[in-house]
């Protein structure tokens, strides 16, 4: 294992990847701590460090901008909004046919695909930091954490019209700059840019929350929570890397005097086709209502209507057992939902058909969609709940011992590691194994 690291610090161009990627990782991470204009950089980290905690509503957009969301930095949004627009431009080519189209062109046409999910990530920045901006002069960005300065984020100048204009702005911009980042790392670094620069705000809160543990419990239940957090990811690397394998044999063809087809070979059907998706969608609705409510509180004496009570009583809480069961019960429905609309099992069969292919006892055309139709429904099930109960463990955590939401090792945190992390592994061994004939394991 040393030598193949040493390999790949011997090799120049893996050398030169690397470390063009962990430059720009290291800039990353320095934009999450530049604040941005107008804001009180002394109040805002007096609210973070009286344990304020963020509002539910927050989570998720923190954890994605390893805690810059509420430092209100330049890079502030982190990589969301072109997460956001991403999801929404695949789930258009469901709806609109000329994006259906554009994906079937090839590269071109997926270009195209990213060109329109740049313009949406830019628009959907404009959308975030004017709510966050405007949530932050509330004085409601840190909830009802009773510490004044958390109320005066946003000095005088901020209150004006073109500063509010500036920090838009500079927080869209800073959007724009991840994105390029992330652009940068695939084309010159190694791995999935964006997935990379996730996976480095996620790790970055790891510290932090390992310590809070310490400090809140003690070195005993810091190290028990060490030893599940280590099962836990040997768990999602098995299931992550599990699959159902349908074998599919292409007849041999005449083409002239040279004769095609003939081989063997498999359709891997992954447990888990939907990755971390129907985490970020069950998380984002079960978010909407809490939005709405927040907005809709009431004034200081007067007393909430009976469905923002409601909401606020079940729906705001990770750890209330209905919050639990409607955040199960939605990502086993959006993993279907997902899976069906990334895995079309006719254009599969169409294309098996085209080139001579088929799986052994079931004939070529209906019956073969048919039959990868049925084997996909099954395996999406396990895949399904097996996201939901990882995605609940921070819920559990916090229901059982209080531990922060973020809790480090469930959820989103460990799905996103852990893929992003075999991925990038599968890279550098590719990468090493057409120089050197080697990967990193022999």
């Not at 090839?106 to 959308?127: C, D, E, N, W």
């Not at 390029?180 to 996730?198: D, Q, V, Y």
């Not at 087809?261 to 079960?286: C, D, E, H, R």
């Not at 009976?306 to 209330?320: A, C, E, F, K, N």
Request: net charge positive; hydrophobic share 50%.
């Amino acid at each position: 294992m040393f030598s193949a690291v040493a390999r790949i610090f011997r090799t120049p161009d893996l050398r030169r990847k690397i470390a063009f990627t962990l430059g720009i990782i290291a800039l990353f991470r320095l934009g999450s701590f530049v604040p941005a204009p107008f804001v009180d950089f002394g109040n805002v980290q007096l609210c973070l460090a009286g344990n304020a905690g963020a509002s539910g509503l927050y989570d998720l957009v923190n954890l994605f901008s390893g805690g810059a969301l509420l430092q209100l930095s330049i890079f502030a949004l982190g990589i969301m909004p072109y997460i956001t627009a991403s999801i929404i431009v695949q789930l258009l080519r469901v709806v609109i046919p000329h994006f259906d189209t554009l994906y079937k062109e090839g590269q071109s046409g997926q270009a195209k695909l990213t060109q329109y999910t740049r313009y949406l990530t830019i628009g959907l920045g404009v959308l975030q930091s004017t709510t966050l901006i405007t949530v932050a002069r509330s004085g409601a960005l840190f909830g009802s954490s009773g510490v004044a300065e958390c109320s005066q984020l946003i000095t005088d100048g901020g209150q004006t019209w073109y500063g509010i204009l500036l920090m838009v702005i500079t927080m869209t911009a800073g959007t724009g700059v991840i994105m390029w980042m992330g652009e940068l790392i695939t084309e010159r670094g190694i791995g999935n840019g964006m997935s990379l620069l996730i996976f480095t705000s996620i790790v970055a809160r790891f510290p932090d929350s390992l310590a809070s543990i310490a400090q809140q419990r003690n070195i005993e239940t810091l190290l028990l929570v060490l030893a599940i957090g280590i099962g836990i990811m040997f768990a999602v690397i098995f299931v992550e890397q599990s699959q159902r394998r349908i074998p599919v044999q292409y007849a041999k063809r005449m083409v002239g005097r040279r004769t095609y087809g003939g081989n063997n070979t498999y359709i891997p059907i992954k447990v888990n086709m939907a990755g971390v998706v129907p985490v970020i969608f069950a998380s984002s609705l079960l978010y909407l209502p809490a939005l709405i409510a927040q907005f809709n509180q009431p004034a200081a004496g007067e007393t909430a209507q009976p469905w923002v009570q409601w909401i606020s009583t079940y729906l705001t809480r990770g750890d209330h057992p209905l919050y639990m069961a409607m955040y199960f019960l939605l990502i086993v429905g959006f993993t279907y939902f997902y899976v069906a609309i990334t895995f079309n099992p006719d254009e599969v069969a169409d294309n098996m058909k085209k080139y001579g292919g088929f799986i052994p006892g079931i004939r070529a055309g209906r019956p073969t969609a048919e039959y990868l139709d049925y084997v996909l429904t099954r395996v999406t099930l396990p895949g399904s709940i097996y996201l939901g109960l990882v995605a609940l463990i921070p819920l559990i955590a916090l229901a059982m011992v209080g531990a922060n939401q973020n809790f480090p090792f469930g959820g989103t945190s460990i799905l996103i590691m852990v893929g992003v992390g075999l991925e990038t592994v599968k890279q550098i061994d590719s990468q090493l194994q057409q120089r050197h004939y080697e990967g990193l394991l022999r």
